[in-house]
DNA sequence: TTGTATGCGTTATCAG
DNA sequence: CTGATAACGCATACAA
């Protein structure tokens, strides 16, 4: 083993051009162990001790021994930047989030996403970084910062509004994965959850129940989301042969659907049944019409779309439209882990189904 | 300027080691242009393009300008990585969360959190890794993501129950902001919010409007803020002579709390106030005390703590204490920036004030 | 003020 | 199977 006490200087082997003096403490942390130690006390040259770290194929039974013992002894652990330097990857994918607004505050959205992709990063040994993109300069910073070799790829939540960052980062060639239906991007790698059936659906759910004066709140007319599920109440009520007149859109926030569903009720107070394009706001429709006196669903009938946690608490509970936002994230993080293995990107986006839960509202 | 069409070779240098062929353009990105570029194109030597890059101290005004100039025409961006490797400084730092459960997912907490720390450290150009930590396995691999030179320092929030990892990392020498009070770790360097006097607060209003039976659901008592805040409740109560044995203990979700009131209701059915250590929890509350047919404040008060966006949209809106997240995190992020550029660790915890905010449940 | 030389810790290439 | 050695891209004592 030719461990003097020294740890280094002996083996022979003529690379070390390091001064050796005593290690710079700086701060309170000793010097981690490098590559270079770890081969002298195995007596092998750092290329061996490498190869046996990376896969250890190619090594003779003899030295990987004398390698991984030196390695236990020593504790020694790659430095990943080094490591990066060299290989040009990072080992890491940001998760790209829009602007910080009353969403990413207050809706368990993110969190589902965020325990979702880490998760599946995880899996595939890579490591999650979080990147929030701010109004004004914030965009260009965050593309800086992912265009210039800190991150080997992207997962973008879309749930933003159209901008030009999706553009600017699939030009950039980052490899990106998108969680829902990007917007402003000619991109199919990306995995959405059908709205369009989910939010038909809910509607035929209430059509089926015998309702026939169905209103909506619809989200922001510029997400895919708000898009997609107004376009799927639209078909419900259509192919019913019922008006589709009772429209007001929302900004999925609980004061925005509070408030528009009381624009809704004052231009239409025969609805005897509504639809909103999320639990936040569908928690708020239940206040307004408590206050207007309405029993809920005897007089009005209440579908909302998510389930993430609120639906199952408001009185009465929500039925609504299940959101697999957790699985979601994960695929992204496989399909990005994928593309990141060499994989070749997907030529369709994956869409995952969207289930009723019915509770006490419809 | 010597610039010949090669873009680099000439100006004399003797430093071009490099076999100068195309650059392998691997996947679709093209080669990001480097420093020695950017000094060949302005004539100088990469120690000045360097140094104009970095403070621009001790460079001739002619050579800033060639050099800027270079840089401007390349597009040039210093690669993070390899600035790494020679700083041994990353410029991001982690934000460790505890393992993923009901509350990371459901509770707005987190987004608060994710926002405030950002936003600080955004202004101290530092990056934000998010690290979740799983149960099993998973603190050895956040300990050693943490402490192998990706992060500079690290932002701990302490809300999960107690545990070795606080202290792991205390002792690995990484530098460390708790947000709230840390357990299992002789650490000053946190933030947090007065949670006995936001909680002793509370339960003197509620005894100041009259009730004189009050119960509590607290949180766990192997979180710091579970304890402090029953420990304030207890103060006040004790105070005003009031007997304090009404006390469940919640896990700071809705079915937790719905089940510990529950529990208090049938042991206490004579309680007219009860104050619980979350929003969350209260929301429960509110719908057992419907449920049992009690009015609430009218034969019950109800007293929440967070204010995160909760108590607002409750029926009826939640009377609660504020609890400062996002100024917290904010807090943390500066004290680990001031860390980070060399400040001593502070002497004395920061702790923020915790207000009331009345509304309708109490 | 500028340039030279070297180090940061790994991986990868290419002779042996 | 193994070992020199050259990258990787930038920062920085030290010399001039």
Same mark, same amino acid.
């Given at each position: 083993m030719t461990t003097d006490g020294n740890g280094a200087g002996v083996g022979g082997s003529a690379d070390a051009p390091t001064p050796a003096g005593p290690v710079g403490a700086r701060g309170g942390r000793r010097?981690? /162990?490098?590559?270079?130690?770890?081969?002298?006390?195995?007596?092998?040259?750092?290329?061996?001790?490498?190869?046996?770290?990376?896969?250890?194929?190619?090594?003779?039974?003899?030295?990987?021994?004398?390698?991984?013992?030196?390695?236990?002894?020593?504790? *020694?652990? /790659?430095?990943?930047?080094?490591?990066?330097?060299?290989?040009r990857r990072t080992d890491s994918v940001a998760l790209v989030v829009p602007e910080p607004n009353e969403r990413l505050l207050g809706d368990p959205f993110f969190g589902h996403i965020?325990?979702?992709?880490? +998760?599946? +990063?995880?899996?595939?040994?890579l490591q999650m970084v979080l990147v929030v993109v701010r109004p004004g300069s914030g965009q260009d910073r965050a593309v800086r910062y992912l265009t210039t070799g800190k991150v080997d790829g992207a997962v973008v939540t879309s749930h933003h509004r159209?901008?030009?960052?999706?553009?600017?980062?699939?030009?950039?060639?980052? /490899?990106?994965?998108?969680?829902?239906?990007?917007?402003?991007?000619?991109?199919?790698?990306?995995?959405?959850?059908?709205?369009?059936a989910g939010a038909r659906r809910a509607a035929e759910h209430l059509i089926a129940s015998g309702r026939r004066r169905i209103g909506t709140v619809a989200g922001?007319?510029?997400?895919?989301?708000g898009i997609d599920r107004l376009t799927g109440w639209r078909e419900a009520l259509t192919a019913a042969g019922l008006p589709v007149d009772a429209v007001e859109h929302g900004d999925f926030t609980v004061a925005g659907g509070t408030a528009a569903v009381q624009r809704l009720l004052r231009r239409h107070p025969d609805l005897d049944a509504v639809f909103l394009a999320n639990d936040l706001m569908a928690s708020g429709a239940l206040g307004v019409l408590a206050a207007s006196?309405?029993?809920? /669903?005897?007089?009005?009938?209440? *579908?909302?779309y998510d389930d993430l946690g609120l639906a199952a608490t408001t009185t009465p509970p929500l039925s609504t439209v299940v959101n697999p936002v957790e699985r979601m994230a994960a695929r992204a993080g496989a399909m990005i882990a994928d593309l990141l293995a060499g994989g070749e990107p997907s030529s369709a986006p994956v869409i995952l189904?969207?289930?009723?839960?019915?509770?006490?509202?419809?």
């Open positions: 010097a981690a /162990p490098t590559l270079r130690q770890v081969a002298a006390a195995a007596g092998v040259s750092r290329a061996t001790a490498s190869r046996v770290i990376n896969g250890g194929h190619l090594v003779s039974d003899q030295a990987r021994a004398a390698v991984e013992a030196a390695i236990a002894e020593l504790g *020694f652990v /790659p430095h990943p930047v080094a490591r990066s330097l060299a290989t965020i325990n979702g992709l880490s +998760l599946s +990063l995880e899996a595939a040994d159209e901008d030009s960052l999706n553009r600017r980062l699939v030009e950039s060639g980052l /490899p990106c994965a998108f969680q829902g239906r990007p917007l402003g991007v000619d991109s199919a790698c990306y995995v959405d959850t059908d709205n369009v922001p007319a510029d997400m895919a989301a006196g309405r029993r809920v /669903p005897e007089d009005v009938a209440v *579908f909302g189904d969207a289930e009723l839960v019915l509770r006490a509202s419809a």
